[in-house]
């Protein structure tokens, strides 16, 4: 996290950082986007589908798999991906962890 002392910080706080961090890159949500619509594994769809080039696909997807979010698996000569289903409950819970704390009073207002 750069400069930033994580150790000041807990596991659940620098796991959220991390995760939107990767998700902060609009090529990344496309690509998840693209998963999800796929609902099957998928391999050079992507570079067609999303008009990027293939390194820069493969780095996106390298920051996906980073975090456990996307796994991937050699067929033949070529990689084949999909969502990480554990991962992906995991974030979910994650995020809603943090939205969940957030409380507004009985009008509907939080000051």
């Not at 002392?5 to 939107?20: G, H, I, M, P, Y």
């Not at 067929?75 to 995020?95: A, R, T």
Request: aromatic share 6%.
């Amino acid at each position: 996290m750069g400069i930033t002392k994580t150790d000041l910080f807990s596991e659940e706080q620098n796991e959220l950082a991390r995760v939107a961090k990767v998700l902060s890159n609009p090529a990344r949500v496309a690509i998840l986007h693209h998963l999800f619509k796929a609902n099957a594994c998928i391999n050079s769809d992507l570079v067609h589908e999303l008009g990027l080039a293939q390194a820069t696909i493969s780095q996106h997807l390298r920051e996906l798999k980073a975090i456990g979010l996307v796994q991937g698996t050699i067929e033949g000569v070529s990689m084949s991906y999909c969502i990480n289903p554990v991962k992906w409950v995991e974030i979910k819970q994650l995020f809603n962890s943090l939205f969940d704390r957030f409380g507004m009073d009985e009008e509907g207002q939080c000051c």
